[in-house]
């Protein structure tokens, strides 16, 4: 089952709303939320809570360049403590391993760096792939990240490449304050040239790190300890399919526990890594076939299968039908897609 709550929310949207005249208790009516929530200490909001949030702000707003405004408008005193604590950072790169390494306190996305001589890469995922976020989500982590750096550096850095998986209602705005111009693809992806990653940030406190630090960990700790490990496992597999690295010792790894204790705990919670590898590739397989249109053969190979006849052959273990003749299936039903989409991961 999946956490009750998760992603942090606070008094300082109230702050960055107010800079940009939104109304934050209509934003919480349209999201059937509390009125006197960002008056609240500690409030973490469920996945669905978050998106609900997320689709109000859109909703209040019809100027194409709200997102960008709103980005203008965020200062390090409206900062929540990880984003903070990455402004502390050297640079850029250091920046950003911070951002990944606590980005579960803050959203429901995985931040993925690849750090090399030929730049900084940033790919961001959420963390369950049926999720169908308002389009400006994927392009606000763009402007947040390329704000962040500008903040830390005081120096109008642009990325050398913007990918989102959709373009918002009017991109403009955003290619203008990127600098760059907006590419479709199938993640979130930001990449930097490698000077600009370097580039030493203004706003570096190793003290105020250190300080931050120690109370993240615990923040995230608690995070985790709250997710049975079936859904921890489920996470890490939700990224690791496609790549095809998901033996259990690679997984194991990646949850800092051995392959027998991840088995052991999983068999504590009434599965197995085989059930859950099972699970997940099907709720996945029913999400691509009916949300996408990718092939059979290209869902066999996002799903980690070496061939597409294992693939076609799970499925049908499945769902006693083939993958066309259930996505016709799907397609012709009046129905909403009922209990095939994930659970929410941890």
């Given at each position: 089952?999946?956490?009750?709550?998760?992603?942090?929310?606070?008094?300082?949207?109230?702050?960055?709303?107010?800079?940009?005249?939104?109304?934050?208790?209509?934003?919480?009516?349209?999201?059937?939320?509390?009125?006197?929530?960002?008056?609240?200490?500690?409030?973490?909001?469920?996945?669905?809570?978050?998106?609900?949030?997320?689709?109000?702000?859109?909703?209040?707003?019809?100027d194409p360049s709200f997102w960008v405004q709103l980005t203008e408008a965020m200062s390090p005193e409206w900062f929540m403590p990880p984003v903070f604590a990455a402004l502390c950072s050297p640079d850029l790169a250091t920046a950003t391993e911070r951002l990944a390494r606590f980005k579960p306190l803050i959203a429901p996305i995985t931040l993925d760096?690849?750090?090399?001589?030929?730049?900084?890469?940033?790919?961001?995922?959420?963390?369950?792939?049926?999720?169908?976020?308002?389009?400006?989500?994927?392009?606000?982590?763009?402007?947040?990240?390329?704000?962040?750096?500008?903040?830390?550096?005081?120096?109008?850095?642009?990325?050398?490449?913007?990918?989102?998986?959709?373009?918002?209602?009017?991109?403009?705005?955003?290619?203008?304050?990127?600098?760059?111009?907006?590419?479709?693809?199938?993640?979130?992806?930001?990449?930097?040239?490698?000077?600009?990653?370097?580039?030493?940030?203004?706003?570096?406190?190793?003290?105020?790190?250190?300080?931050?630090?120690?109370?993240?960990?615990?923040?995230?700790?608690?995070?985790?300890?709250?997710?049975?490990?079936?859904?921890?496992?489920?996470?890490?597999?939700?990224?690791?399919?496609?790549?095809?690295?998901?033996?259990?010792?690679?997984?194991?790894?990646?949850?800092?526990?051995?392959?027998?204790?991840?088995?052991?705990?999983?068999?504590?919670?009434?599965?197995?890594?085989?059930?859950?590898?099972?699970?997940?590739?099907?709720?996945?397989?029913?999400?691509?076939l009916h949300r996408t249109h990718l092939t059979s053969t290209e869902i066999a190979f996002l799903l980690g299968f070496e061939e597409p006849t294992s693939f076609f052959r799970a499925f049908q273990r499945w769902t006693g039908t083939t993958p066309e003749a259930w996505r016709r299936e799907v397609s012709e039903s009046p129905g909403p897609l009922r209990?095939?989409?994930?659970?929410?991961?941890?």
């Amino acid at each position: 089952m999946a956490r009750t709550q998760g992603y942090s929310i606070g008094e300082n949207w109230k702050g960055i709303l107010a800079e940009v005249g939104v109304d934050h208790v209509d934003v919480l009516r349209r999201a059937r939320l509390p009125e006197d929530l960002l008056n609240r200490e500690g409030v973490r909001l469920t996945t669905e809570a978050f998106l609900r949030f997320s689709e109000a702000l859109d909703a209040s707003v019809e100027d194409p360049s709200f997102w960008v405004q709103l980005t203008e408008a965020m200062s390090p005193e409206w900062f929540m403590p990880p984003v903070f604590a990455a402004l502390c950072s050297p640079d850029l790169a250091t920046a950003t391993e911070r951002l990944a390494r606590f980005k579960p306190l803050i959203a429901p996305i995985t931040l993925d760096i690849r750090d090399g001589p030929g730049g900084l890469e940033l790919t961001y995922r959420w963390k369950d792939a049926t999720l169908r976020p308002p389009a400006y989500m994927h392009g606000l982590e763009a402007l947040f990240v390329v704000k962040l750096a500008r903040l830390g550096t005081r120096v109008r850095i642009r990325p050398t490449e913007v990918v989102v998986p959709q373009l918002p209602r009017d991109p403009r705005p955003f290619e203008e304050f990127l600098g760059v111009r907006m590419k479709r693809g199938d993640v979130i992806r930001v990449r930097f040239d490698d000077a600009d990653a370097r580039r030493p940030f203004l706003t570096a406190n190793s003290a105020m790190w250190r300080i931050f630090e120690p109370e993240l960990r615990k923040r995230l700790a608690d995070l985790e300890g709250d997710a049975t490990f079936a859904e921890r496992t489920r996470a890490v597999l939700l990224e690791a399919l496609p790549s095809g690295q998901f033996a259990i010792d690679a997984v194991a790894r990646r949850l800092a526990v051995s392959s027998r204790t991840l088995q052991r705990r999983l068999s504590d919670e009434g599965t197995s890594f085989k059930e859950v590898v099972g699970v997940t590739r099907e709720s996945l397989a029913r999400h691509y076939l009916h949300r996408t249109h990718l092939t059979s053969t290209e869902i066999a190979f996002l799903l980690g299968f070496e061939e597409p006849t294992s693939f076609f052959r799970a499925f049908q273990r499945w769902t006693g039908t083939t993958p066309e003749a259930w996505r016709r299936e799907v397609s012709e039903s009046p129905g909403p897609l009922r209990a095939e989409l994930p659970v929410e991961p941890a």
